[in-house]
């Protein structure tokens, strides 16, 4: 069971904004900021998203995360085939001194 | 541009030691900014933080609490790695094994090593 919530699954077609919620606590989310990561099974994962909403160098702008008290989003714009992947969301837990992380989001662009 | 390469057995015995090492290059074990993890992935657990070692003017470990009695992480200067032990393994821990780095937060991982424990 994951410390944080996220819906095992998400779709969309091609072009559309799809947004993935995830939900915690004021012990992790509340009090701290959130990061997402994008990961195809057999690969490293990939961050997509730090501190809330900002992007590394290379992540497309269609790429976008926000925060509200203890619930963060991650949306995604122009939708492509290659964003079918898992998401996760992850943010430090100050109660139990380590990262939590949501249980993934599967997107599946129809 | 920073790597994470890790290595280690695949398969572990009940009861056995699970070891597994991460190599690391274009950053230093050593770094007075970066922390090194250990997290894992499993079907029934999802990702799981196991714990991290760090250098601030010394050495710190951190575990979490599901495996502190039987982890340990440690750095190896000498060939600029960190590696992972947990002891008395259970089929429970079969999982995909990741090395991590965290700036602030986790910005790279290794791609993961599946251990399965069984006899």
């Known amino acids: 069971q994951s410390v944080l919530t996220q819906p095992p699954s998400a779709s969309g077609t091609p072009g559309q904004r799809v947004t993935i919620s995830c939900s915690g606590s004021?012990?992790?989310?509340?009090?701290?900021?959130v990061n997402w990561y994008q990961h195809l099974p057999g690969t490293a994962p990939k961050l997509l998203i730090y501190d809330n909403n900002h992007r590394p160098s290379g992540v497309p702008d269609r790429f976008s995360g926000s925060k509200s008290g203890t619930s963060a989003s991650l949306a995604i714009s122009g939708l492509q085939s290659e964003d079918e992947v898992d998401y996760y969301c992850a943010a430090w837990d100050g109660s139990l001194m380590g990262w939590v992380f949501g249980g993934g989001t599967k997107l599946t662009v129809l | 541009q920073v790597q994470l390469q890790q290595s280690g057995p695949g398969l572990v015995k009940p009861s056995q030691t699970l070891s597994l090492t991460c190599a690391i290059s274009?950053?230093?074990?050593?770094?007075?900014?970066?922390?090194w993890n250990w997290i894992r992935q499993s079907p029934s657990r999802g990702l799981e933080w196991l714990g991290r070692?760090?250098?601030?003017?010394?050495?710190?470990?951190e575990y979490a609490v599901s495996v502190k009695s039987r982890i340990t992480i440690n750095p190896d200067t000498s060939k600029n790695q960190f590696s992972l032990r947990l002891n008395s393994v259970t089929p429970e821990d079969t999982a995909v094994y990741y090395c991590?780095?965290?700036?602030?937060?986790?910005?790279?991982w290794g791609r993961g090593t599946l251990v399965t424990v069984s006899s």
């Open positions: 274009g950053d230093s074990v050593s770094s007075n900014s970066a922390a």
């Open positions: 991590a780095r965290t700036l602030g937060y986790i910005d790279l």
């Open positions: 070692t760090y250098y601030r003017s010394k050495w710190y470990s």
């Open positions: 004021s012990s992790n989310i509340g009090s701290n900021t």
